[in-house]
C-alpha cells in the first residue's frame, strides 16, 4: 500500500480493521497485521479529550512500526477542537488521519459528533476541509449511508467530501437509525464507486464475515478495499482466511484449534504486558466471549462465564487450559 501526500494506492484487493472503541488496541492491530490486514486503524478518539490532554485519550495515539500503515481516527463536532487534535494526532506520525462521521452510539451521535454529523452536513464538511488544510498527513473518511431511510445522502456526500480534499472514503452500509442491526446495504456503496465524478478509493464496510462475502463486495460493487468490524472479535486470524481465499489458496490445515486458541492467549499475554494484569484481562475477555471458536461446543456455557469472570492471568490461563484438554 503507497500513501503520499497527494494520493493512496492500495494492492489487489486490500482488507482493512475497522477502528472500533476498547477493541482495535495495538496489541489487537498488530496481531491482526500479521494474519493479512493491509491496514488497521486505532480506536477512535475524541478531539476535545485530546485537546485537554486528557491520559487515556492520549495513550491511544501510540503506535509501532510494525503495524503500519495505521491511522488514527479522531471524532467531534467543533472545528477549532477537531484542527487542533488532528495536528496532535499528526505528531504521532500516523499513515493517515481518518475523520469520524459514522458512530451511531448516544453518547456520540446524540451530542452532534459521529453519526451526528448527518444531520448538519454544512458543518461536517467545514471540519472536512479545514482539518484538511490543517495537516500535510493524508485525511480519510469514514461515514454511513445517511441519518435514516428518508436521509440517503452518501452519493452527495461522496462528491462534496472528495472536493475537500480527503484522500480515501470508507461508507458504512447503514443508516445511523439502523445501528447495527438489519443487513448492511452495499448497493449505494457500489453506486458511490461507479460514479465517474469519484476518483479517490472507496472502501466498503458491513457485514464482511467471510471470505466469500469479502469477494462478493469485490466483484460486485468494484471497491477499492474491505474494511472488516465486529467479525473479527476473538478472531484476528479472519484475514489470513480471507487473504488465503481471495489470493487462490487452500485453507491453511495449520489453522487448527489449539492454532487459534495459542493466537487468543497470545493475545492474552501481549495486553497484560502492553498494560497491567487486570486491565489487560478486562480488554481481552470481550474476544474471547465473542469468539467464534468456542460456538456450537456443547454445554460451554458455564465455561464462558467463568472467562468473563476471570481476574487474574493464572485463572484465566487455567481454563484456557482446561479448554484445550478437553476440545483441542
Same mark, same amino acid.
Given at each position: 500500500?503507497?500513501i503520499?501526500?497527494?494520493s /493512496?494506492?492500495f494492492?489487489q484487493?486490500?482488507?482493512? /480493521?475497522?477502528?472500533?472503541?476498547?477493541?482495535?488496541?495495538?496489541?489487537?492491530?498488530?496481531?491482526c497485521k =500479521?494474519f493479512g490486514a493491509? *491496514?488497521?486503524?486505532t480506536?477512535?478518539v475524541s478531539?476535545?479529550a485530546?485537546?485537554?490532554s486528557?491520559?487515556s485519550? #492520549?495513550n491511544?495515539l501510540?503506535?509501532s512500526?510494525e503495524e =503500519?500503515?495505521v491511522g488514527i481516527q479522531?471524532y467531534g463536532r467543533?472545528?477549532?477542537?477537531m484542527?487542533?487534535?488532528?495536528r496532535?494526532?499528526?505528531?504521532?506520525?500516523?499513515?493517515?488521519i481518518?475523520?469520524?462521521?459514522?458512530?451511531? #452510539?448516544k453518547k456520540?451521535?446524540g451530542?452532534?459528533?459521529?453519526a451526528?454529523? /448527518?444531520?448538519?452536513?454544512?458543518?461536517?464538511?467545514?471540519i472536512?476541509?479545514?482539518?484538511?488544510r490543517? #495537516?500535510?498527513v493524508?485525511?480519510?473518511?469514514?461515514?454511513r449511508l445517511g441519518?435514516?431511510?428518508?436521509?440517503?445522502?452518501?452519493t452527495d456526500l461522496a462528491?462534496q467530501?472528495q472536493?475537500?480534499?480527503i484522500?480515501? /472514503?470508507?461508507?458504512?452500509?447503514?443508516?445511523r437509525?439502523?445501528? +447495527?442491526t438489519g443487513?448492511?446495504d452495499?448497493?449505494l456503496?457500489?453506486?458511490v464507486?461507479?460514479n465517474p465524478r469519484i476518483?479517490?478509493?472507496?472502501i466498503?464496510?458491513?457485514d464482511?464475515?467471510s471470505?466469500?462475502?469479502?469477494r462478493?463486495?469485490?466483484?460486485?460493487y468494484?471497491?477499492?478495499?474491505? *474494511?472488516i468490524?465486529?467479525?473479527?472479535?476473538g478472531r484476528?486470524w479472519?484475514?489470513?482466511?480471507?487473504?488465503?481465499y481471495?489470493?487462490?489458496r487452500?485453507?491453511d490445515p495449520t489453522m487448527?484449534?489449539?492454532?487459534?486458541l495459542g #493466537?487468543? =492467549?497470545?493475545?492474552?499475554?501481549?495486553n497484560v504486558?502492553?498494560i497491567?494484569?487486570y =486491565?489487560?484481562?478486562?480488554?481481552t475477555?470481550?474476544h474471547l466471549?465473542?469468539?467464534p471458536l468456542?460456538?456450537g461446543?456443547?454445554?460451554?456455557?458455564?465455561t464462558?462465564?467463568a472467562?468473563?469472570?476471570?481476574t487474574t492471568m493464572?485463572?484465566l490461563?487455567?481454563?484456557l487450559?482446561?479448554?484445550e484438554?478437553? +476440545?483441542?
Amino acid at each position: 500500500m503507497t500513501i503520499s501526500d497527494s494520493s /493512496l494506492s492500495f494492492p489487489q484487493f486490500p482488507l482493512f /480493521l475497522a477502528p472500533m472503541e476498547d477493541v482495535t488496541d495495538i496489541g489487537f492491530r498488530r496481531l491482526c497485521k =500479521r494474519f493479512g490486514a493491509a *491496514m488497521v486503524y486505532t480506536e477512535f478518539v475524541s478531539a476535545e479529550a485530546l485537546v485537554r490532554s486528557i491520559k487515556s485519550t #492520549v495513550n491511544k495515539l501510540t503506535i509501532s512500526d510494525e503495524e =503500519r500503515p495505521v491511522g488514527i481516527q479522531i471524532y467531534g463536532r467543533d472545528v477549532e477542537a477537531m484542527v487542533e487534535a488532528a495536528r496532535i494526532v499528526e505528531q504521532a506520525h500516523p499513515d493517515v488521519i481518518d475523520l469520524n462521521f459514522g458512530c451511531p #452510539v448516544k453518547k456520540v451521535a446524540g451530542k452532534g459528533a459521529g453519526a451526528g454529523m /448527518l444531520r448538519n452536513i454544512p458543518l461536517l464538511l467545514d471540519i472536512t476541509r479545514e482539518v484538511v488544510r490543517a #495537516v500535510n498527513v493524508p485525511v480519510t473518511v469514514k461515514t454511513r449511508l445517511g441519518w435514516d431511510q428518508n436521509n440517503l445522502i452518501i452519493t452527495d456526500l461522496a462528491e462534496q467530501l472528495q472536493d475537500c480534499g480527503i484522500k480515501a /472514503l470508507t461508507i458504512h452500509g447503514r443508516t445511523r437509525s439502523q445501528m +447495527y442491526t438489519g443487513q448492511a446495504d452495499w448497493t449505494l456503496i457500489g453506486e458511490v464507486k461507479r460514479n465517474p465524478r469519484i476518483h479517490i478509493p472507496i472502501i466498503g464496510n458491513g457485514d464482511i464475515t467471510s471470505p466469500e462475502e469479502a469477494r462478493q463486495a469485490f466483484e460486485r460493487y468494484g471497491v477499492d478495499a474491505v *474494511m472488516i468490524g465486529r467479525a473479527t472479535f476473538g478472531r484476528p486470524w479472519i484475514f489470513k482466511e480471507i487473504r488465503d481465499y481471495l489470493d487462490g489458496r487452500e485453507p491453511d490445515p495449520t489453522m487448527t484449534f489449539r492454532w487459534k486458541l495459542g #493466537v487468543l =492467549r497470545e493475545q492474552l499475554r501481549i495486553n497484560v504486558e502492553r498494560i497491567d494484569e487486570y =486491565r489487560g484481562i478486562l480488554h481481552t475477555r470481550r474476544h474471547l466471549a465473542a469468539s467464534p471458536l468456542f460456538k456450537g461446543i456443547p454445554n460451554f456455557r458455564q465455561t464462558r462465564i467463568a472467562m468473563l469472570r476471570a481476574t487474574t492471568m493464572a485463572e484465566l490461563t487455567a481454563i484456557l487450559d482446561e479448554i484445550e484438554e478437553k +476440545y483441542a
